[in-house]
């Protein structure tokens, strides 16, 4: 009997090899980093348990991956400020490509893929400029470089292609660092973030600021709805005693609105929010905070936080089968006021990304 594997290597010897789908990676249903018990780094496919499917070597603590719409290929970035962008096959484990950010620049941990998976968006700083820029790399021809244009904002972090297919939102978190300061905030007295709408070639399309009494809740990460409604979770640079909401959502056209509740449900977060995600048929929506402990939930339609769940460390958020689950530095895969659905010595990094491929 003609095997799959053997079938393969025949083609391989002819010069015919297909281009392995996630169905050949063993159809994951999450990437995430995460650092093994000898301390190594990785990035892991997971299959809806949490169980990893793969785990491939990264040089260092990694932050959020982007998984190819349809080739079993992810790109692992660093933790921001970080250098390395690095092109995995999911199956052999290769390396396809180490993309490097060009001089005066690092990435910021995150990027998207357009509908066909053929361009690849990085977010970029500008360091010296103190400006975000958006890198274009062309997935069908070995990640080469090929341009890039403005985030419209400082501190680009998260991006998303938007439902329409057409264009990108970016979670411009307003805050300036300088790779030889590392994490330290440099502008924070001045410090502006906002959402920016870009079309696939670079044209700002629109930019939405929270109110001026946010003007210190950075802008971190994104959750998109089929409608086009963004959930961002934000992260507050101000001081400790005031009382910011880390949840916010914003519909094209009209102004951002903040994601509310008692002071002692906002204050629970410690200003800080990891990862968000839309779930409940996209009715409610969760954003994690590793400094609280916490994922805390609310209902869309009303803007108003609805309850929590305490997870120590807890930052990565999924769906399932219609389940929300979350990932823990502590190793905790969990589906979120259930049961724990796996543990394991992997310190689980930042983010769950979903695998929608194959």
Not at 138 to 157: K, L, Q, T, W
Not at 236 to 261: K, M
């Amino acid at each position: 009997m003609t095997t799959r594997r053997g079938f393969l290597v025949g083609l391989a010897a002819a010069g015919l090899t297909p281009r392995a789908s996630w169905a050949d990676a063993g159809a994951p249903a999450f990437l995430s980093a995460g650092r093994a018990a000898d301390g190594s780094y990785n990035l892991y496919g997971l299959d809806t348990d949490g169980r990893p499917l793969f785990q491939l070597p990264i040089p260092d603590r990694g932050h959020a991956a982007a998984a190819h719409p349809e080739r079993a290929e992810a790109v692992a970035f660093a933790r921001r400020p970080g250098r390395f962008a690095l092109v995995l096959n999911c199956v052999s484990g290769a390396e396809i490509a180490r993309l490097t950010a060009p001089e005066g620049r690092h990435f910021y941990g995150h990027g998207a893929f357009d509908a066909e998976g053929r361009t690849l968006f990085t977010t970029e700083n500008d360091y010296e400029a103190g400006q975000g820029r958006i890198g274009l790399w062309d997935a069908s021809a070995g990640y080469r470089r090929i341009g890039e244009f403005g985030s419209g904002g400082v501190g680009p972090h998260d991006i998303r292609l938007m439902p329409d297919g057409k264009s990108l939102v970016v979670a411009n978190g307003g805050v300036e660092t300088h790779p030889d300061t590392g994490r330290v905030k440099l502008n924070l007295p001045v410090m502006q973030p906002n959402l920016s709408y870009l079309s696939l070639s670079g044209e700002v399309l629109e930019v939405a600021h929270m109110p001026p009494e946010h003007r210190m809740n950075s802008i971190r990460h994104l959750d998109l709805r089929a409608d086009g409604l963004v959930a961002i979770a934000m992260q507050w640079q101000g001081e400790a005693s005031d009382l910011r909401p880390v949840l916010g959502l914003h519909r094209r056209g009209a102004p951002p609105i903040a994601v509310t509740g008692s002071e002692a449900e906002m204050r629970a977060m410690n200003g800080y929010g990891g990862s968000v995600i839309f779930y409940d048929g996209s009715r409610r929506v969760a954003v994690s905070s590793p400094r609280g402990g916490l994922v805390q939930l609310s209902d869309v339609a009303t803007g108003r936080i609805t309850g929590g769940v305490a997870i120590t460390d807890v930052c990565g958020l999924g769906v399932t089968g219609g389940a929300l689950v979350a990932s823990s530095g502590s190793g905790v895969f969990t589906r979120v006021g259930g049961e724990v659905a796996g543990r394991s010595a992997i310190a689980w990094d930042n983010h769950l990304v979903a695998v929608n491929g194959g």
